[in-house]
């Protein structure tokens, strides 16, 4: 496998379930990201991780709970969604930032989640 | 605060002929600039990067974009529009100072017709 891997590419699944989604890249990188991406709206950071710590955590509500135990796997746990939860959710990865310089992302292909 | 503004939502072009996607940024600090491209159900490519080095950056697949600070833009170009380049780009700014921020446009849907 190279470049940034999802599972599963598709998810449906109930308001009163819980799930997973799993992110791995193999480039190397040592941050990571949750993006989630909607109809009609910008791409919205949900999370980021370097170096295993959460650097950033956008207001996201307490149903989306994500796990970095390396810096190659993330994982978005999710529990009790809404309708309004269903998009796609991307993961990313970059070269950990340092001070003046800023690095591309690197993303996976998305698992599209739909909450019924 | 940075910002970014994608001009159009919807571009036609015919095969054969350039494309210009117009994007517009806003940046307190000397900006990183990007610009993706997504393909129907895949993830986000880098295209090319502006990082205050040379103004004009050369890309994958034949895309270049001009950085101009005076106008604070940063727009694509292609010189001859194939029909494999049928999809979703997007400009992204990020605050050059080691931020994990970044700020993404709403997207350009290219069309190119045959």
């Known amino acids: 496998e190279t470049g940034v891997t999802q599972t599963p590419r598709h998810l449906v699944m109930g308001m009163t379930n819980k799930k997973s989604l799993k992110c791995e890249q193999h480039?190397?990188?040592?941050?990571m990201y949750w993006y989630k991406q909607s109809a009609k709206k910008p791409l919205e950071l949900m999370f980021v991780?370097?170096?295993?710590?959460?650097?950033e955590n956008n207001s996201v509500p307490s149903r989306f709970s994500p796990e970095c135990p390396n810096s190659s796997h993330l994982f978005l746990h999710l529990h009790t969604l809404q309708p309004e939860d269903s998009a796609l959710y991307l993961c990313?990865?970059?070269?950990?930032?340092?001070?003046?310089?800023?690095?591309?992302?690197?993303f996976g292909p998305g698992t599209r989640l739909t909450v019924t | 605060a940075q910002s970014v503004t994608q001009l159009d939502s919807h571009v036609s072009v015919s095969e054969g002929t350039p494309v210009l996607l117009r994007c517009n940024y806003s940046?307190?600090?000397?900006?990183?600039l990007f610009w993706y491209v997504q393909h129907p159900n895949k993830g986000l490519q880098l295209l090319l990067k502006?990082?205050?080095?040379?103004?004009l950056v050369k890309g994958i697949n034949g895309f270049e974009a001009e950085f101009k600070k005076s106008e604070t833009s940063f727009h694509l170009t292609k010189p001859s529009a194939h029909m494999s380049d049928a999809a979703e780009y997007f400009c992204?700014?990020?605050?050059?100072?080691?931020?994990?921020?970044?700020?993404f446009g709403t997207g350009t849907r290219l069309k190119v017709l045959a």
């Open positions: 502006y990082t205050s080095a040379a103004t």
């Open positions: 940046s307190s600090y000397s900006p990183s």
């Open positions: 992204v700014v990020s605050r050059d100072s080691g931020t994990y921020k970044y700020i």
């Open positions: 480039l190397g990188h040592n941050a």
């Open positions: 990313a990865s970059s070269q950990k930032h340092s001070r003046g310089e800023t690095y591309e992302q690197y």
């Open positions: 991780y370097s170096l295993e710590e959460r650097v």
